[in-house]
């Protein structure tokens, strides 16, 4: 065994795994293409896994990510991150593994040349330090894994929610779902900043869990009929789902009496009121290739939210995405009005709010009620040019976050949403007109 090299042990674990053929001609391509320091480092059977993520990377030339605890170091944890291509700065890298929830200790880079390959491949192995992560990674391997892929591609936003993958063991869509009602929340005139609701989350992991799957089992279309807003446990046919329900409420509702901190009650009572005042929401559909929507919408029953600045419309749409956040506000089940490309982040729903006033007003004379609704775009480009391809594209999300949750009428027939449980009576009616910003939309809209 002492006499024989890191090679010859690379060789016979890849016929192992791959058969002889194979495992030979592998050999051939990778026998010379990693570097002494990582043949130090890492044993030929490591290096298995390596050559996989390395093939994937040359095949897809996407970012590769591998959440491990190396055998010879107690309570160490490493990342490895392997791209091709030119390096990526520290820069862009250690924010994204901070807002994880990890500290980054030091970093180790490889450069692999596999033989015949058009061009190298880089694996950047980070040494990690994190409060509270179990020496077992079973359960948050694969979703820190993915969660900072969909960060990378801008899929999802690099902010302090992302703690909850190692901190509640949640995936990257639910998480989407907790900045969603947070962003949501700003619009509400929340004075909570969102670093203190990200901060309260992080706090309170066992909450957070029950509150996300108080959201599942109102929402899952898998779960059977719907449990409707304001059921009670005295209701006739109470349901598996609505029995489900009551229960995920008394559990919250117990587990908020340890919550000392009154700021931190407000906000997850928050959470959990908004998820009770939820109707619809696209969350469980998929597009054409089967994966989730790169944005979320959800219906609230906006009667029912206290916190809510006066006058309340009788529903809303809220749509969220990392590139834009958009919001529809209706007086009445028949309303009209128009969508306007808003440029107040912090407080576009103040603004739409104050139109929709206006327009319940220029209505009167007529049956429908006002509607109004409006969309930002974040993080604006400084071209014109581009900025303008933006504010169609964040115009286009928008309209299909309403479209997603909305019955369609053919002829006399409702014909609801597909995936989409309706926690309210059937509502075919919207019209979304032009507004500042949009009036040359027409054609997109159509």
């Known amino acids: 065994e002492a006499a024989r090299t890191w090679n010859d042990q690379l060789l016979e674990a890849l016929i192992q795994a791959r058969g002889e053929d194979a495992g030979i001609e592998t050999h051939r391509r990778?026998?010379?293409?990693?570097?002494?320091?990582?043949?130090?480092?890492?044993?030929?059977?490591?290096?298995?896994?390596?050559?996989?993520?390395?093939?994937?990377?040359?095949?897809?030339?996407?970012?590769?990510?591998?959440?491990?605890?190396?055998?010879?170091?107690?309570?160490?944890?490493?990342?490895?991150?392997?791209?091709?291509?030119?390096?990526?700065p520290l820069s862009e890298l250690m924010p994204r593994l901070e807002n994880m929830g990890v500290r980054v200790q030091s970093e180790v880079p490889y450069?692999?040349?596999?033989?015949?390959?058009?061009?190298?491949?880089?694996?950047r192995d980070f040494s990690l330090d994190a409060e509270g992560m179990q020496d077992d990674l079973r359960a948050v391997k694969e979703k820190f894994q993915e969660a900072f892929i969909r960060v990378w591609r801008r899929e999802a936003e690099n902010d302090g929610f992302n703690r909850l993958v190692l901190g509640a063991e949640?995936?990257?869509?639910?998480?989407?779902?907790?900045?969603?009602?947070?962003?949501?929340?700003?619009?509400?005139?929340?004075n909570l900043s969102e670093a203190w609701i990200q901060q309260t989350l992080a706090n309170n992991p066992a909450v957070v869990r029950q509150i996300i799957q108080l959201f599942m089992?109102?929402?899952?279309?898998?779960?059977?009929?719907?449990?409707?807003?304001?059921?009670?446990?005295?209701?006739?046919?109470?349901?598996?789902?609505?029995?489900?329900t009551m229960s995920l409420r008394s559990q919250i509702h117990d587990a908020l009496e340890s919550v000392s901190n009154p700021d931190e009650d407000r906000i997850l009572r928050l959470y959990v009121t908004l998820i009770e005042a939820t109707l619809r929401t696209n969350f469980f559909q998929r597009d054409s290739a089967g994966e989730r929507k790169t944005y979320l919408s959800f219906k609230l029953d906006s009667s029912?939210?206290?916190?809510?600045?006066?006058?309340?419309?009788?529903?809303?749409?809220?749509v969220y995405s990392p590139f834009m956040e958009g919001v529809h506000l209706r007086g009445g089940k028949v309303a009209r009005g128009g969508?306007?490309?808003?440029?107040?982040?912090?407080?576009?729903?103040?603004?739409?709010?104050?139109?929709?006033?206006?327009?319940?007003?220029?209505?009167?004379?007529?049956?429908?009620?006002?509607?109004?609704?409006?969309?930002?775009?974040?993080?604006?480009?400084?071209?014109?040019?581009?900025?303008?391809?933006?504010?169609?594209?964040?115009?286009?999300?928008?309209?299909?976050?309403?479209?997603d949750i909305t019955d369609n009428l053919r002829g006399d027939e409702v014909i609801p949403p597909v995936d989409v449980v309706r926690r309210d009576p059937d509502d075919p009616y919207l019209v979304v007109a032009a507004d500042k910003g949009t009036a040359t939309f027409s054609d997109i809209a159509n």
């Open 304 to 318: 029912s939210i206290r916190e809510l600045p006066l006058p309340r419309p009788m529903f809303e749409i809220f």
């Open 170 to 190: 949640l995936e990257w869509q639910e998480i989407v779902i907790l900045r969603a009602y947070a962003k949501y929340m700003r619009q509400m005139g929340v």
């Open 111 to 123: 450069e692999v040349q596999p033989h015949g390959a058009p061009h190298g491949v880089r694996i």
């Open 339 to 403: 969508l306007r490309w808003s440029d107040r982040r912090e407080d576009f729903r103040t603004e739409i709010l104050g139109l929709m006033k206006a327009q319940n007003v220029k209505n009167v004379v007529i049956v429908p009620m006002g509607s109004k609704g409006g969309f930002v775009v974040k993080n604006p480009s400084a071209d014109r040019e581009t900025f303008q391809q933006e504010g169609i594209e964040a115009y286009k999300t928008l309209l299909r976050g309403l479209l």
């Open 30 to 88: 990778y026998k010379k293409a990693f570097p002494l320091a990582y043949q130090e480092r890492f044993t030929a059977a490591a290096a298995l896994y390596d050559i996989e993520h390395i093939e994937d990377v040359l095949k897809t030339d996407r970012l590769v990510v591998d959440l491990y605890r190396h055998r010879s170091e107690q309570r160490q944890f490493h990342v490895k991150i392997i791209h091709s291509g030119a390096p990526v």
């Open 217 to 244: 089992t109102h929402f899952d279309p898998k779960l059977g009929a719907p449990a409707m807003y304001g059921q009670t446990a005295a209701s006739p046919h109470v349901s598996g789902r609505q029995l489900a």
